[in-house]
Structures are given as structure tokens and as C-alpha cells.
């Protein structure tokens, strides 16, 4: 059973670009949650999606961030516009039921040039 | 706002030595995590603690919950090299809401000297 996937694994991008980060859960997981770990920092949460809805994404900032988790296909995290201070590990985790042990992907770092 | 702190921050031990690291937290929770992260890597899970009193080991390691206190320990016995990587205690999920969202700590960055 495949872990956590996440791609890219290393992403670099100009300010002002945009950033798509996949993350596709393990098998027979329906739960996906984003977090964002910034140098030298913990994690922080950022989203919680179910398939095809957010369930808590109180940890997302208000502006320039989007998630979704379709029907079919892996979750995207997306954010527009990026400027340097978004530079960070971003860490997709899964669980097969809402309260389930979260399992964690390689991570995609995101560096803004 | 639930917190969650450790101590330390930073750990520099001898390999042979026995030490702790500390986790609290502020409010009621469900269950407490251990994760181990080494540099540019992903967590690696530890252990689950989901009952006051739970104590589980492996290896060197070994992991406890007081839930009454809201403190969780990580006891690190006669530490190896190996053993170098930062610690991270997780809590989560909180009472009886929808969300499913683990907050961590600061980590502890421990480091075994030879």
C-alpha cells in the first residue's frame, strides 16, 4: 500500500506566480488535511477536506490560498500570487475516518524567488 | 486557543544519557502524538497516546500521558546517535467538533553527541 503522495517535491517560483501542490492520499483514505511548516517552525494546519468538501479551513490565510479534494484525482493546495514569506515545507496528511491517525507525505518545498 | 509548548527547544546530550522532553498543552483532548522528523524529511509517527495514564515504548524510547496534568513526557534512555533528529509532540482531535486538525509543538531539536 502506497504512502502519502505529494508532488513536486521541490518547487520553485518568481513572486507573483502561482503554486500547485498535489497530494494524493493512501488508498482507501477520503480525509485530507494541508499543513505548512515554516524554517525552524512546528506545523501549522492549514485545511481539512473531505471528498469534494472543506470541512475546517480556519487555518488558511484569507487571501491567495484555495484547497479542494475532488471527486476524482488528488487534493490540490493552490496559491496565487505567491511572495517570499510563502516559502515553506507544505505537508499533506490522510486518515480513513475523521478521527483516524493522520499519515504524512514527503512534503513539497516551496521556495519563492 | 489551544497551546501546545515543549521543552526544550534544544537538546544536546551525550550518547549513553538518559533525558526528557516535555509537552503541555492547554485544553482537553482526544489523544496525544510523538513524531520524529530528521532534516528535509517528512514526520515519522511515534506513538499514540489516547488515555490518561498510556505509556508505551520502543526502543529507547518511551512516551507517557497524564491527561489530568495535560503533559505528555519522551524519555529518551541511554541515547544513541542514531536518536538525533526533531521531536515533535502533536494533540488532536479537540472535543467534540468536526475538525480533525492536530496542533503541534515547537519540536525539540535534539542532537547525541558521540
Known amino acids: 500500500n502506497a504512502g502519502v503522495m505529494q508532488n513536486p517535491r521541490h518547487l520553485v517560483r518568481r513572486r507573483g506566480q502561482e503554486a500547485r501542490l498535489r497530494c494524493s492520499p493512501m488508498?482507501?483514505?477520503?480525509?485530507v488535511y494541508w499543513y505548512r511548516q515554516l524554517p525552524e517552525e512546528g506545523l501549522k494546519f492549514m485545511v481539512y477536506?473531505?471528498?469534494?468538501?472543506?470541512?475546517?479551513e480556519s487555518g488558511m490565510p484569507k487571501e491567495r490560498f484555495s484547497a479542494e479534494f475532488p471527486k476524482e484525482g488528488p487534493s490540490i493546495l493552490r496559491i496565487q500570487q505567491v511572495v517570499r514569506g510563502d516559502s515553506a515545507a507544505y505537508f499533506c496528511?490522510?486518515?480513513?475516518?475523521?478521527?483516524?491517525?493522520?499519515?504524512f507525505g514527503p512534503g513539497t518545498r516551496l521556495t519563492v524567488t | 486557543e489551544l497551546k501546545v509548548e515543549q521543552n526544550p527547544l534544544f537538546l544536546s546530550m551525550q550518547e549513553g544519557k538518559n533525558y526528557t522532553i516535555y509537552c503541555n498543552y492547554s485544553?482537553?483532548?482526544?489523544?496525544l502524538y510523538w513524531y520524529r522528523q530528521d532534516p528535509g524529511k517528512s514526520l515519522e509517527s511515534l506513538f499514540v497516546?489516547?488515555?490518561?495514564?498510556a505509556v508505551k515504548q520502543e526502543g529507547r524510547l518511551m512516551a507517557s500521558l497524564d491527561t489530568k496534568a495535560r503533559l505528555s513526557t519522551l524519555h529518551i534512555t541511554a541515547a544513541v546517535h542514531d536518536l538525533s533528529a526533531t521531536y515533535f509532540c502533536?494533540?488532536?482531535?479537540?472535543?467534540?467538533?468536526?475538525?480533525?486538525?492536530?496542533?503541534f509543538g515547537t519540536g525539540t531539536l535534539l542532537a547525541v553527541q558521540p
Open positions: 496528511a490522510s486518515s480513513p475516518k475523521d478521527r483516524g491517525e493522520q499519515y
Open positions: 488508498k482507501g483514505h477520503s480525509h
Open positions: 477536506l473531505q471528498k469534494e468538501n472543506i470541512i475546517d
Open positions: 485544553t482537553t483532548s482526544d489523544r
Open positions: 497516546l489516547l488515555s490518561n495514564g
Open positions: 502533536a494533540v488532536g482531535p479537540l472535543g467534540g467538533g468536526a475538525t480533525n486538525k492536530l496542533i
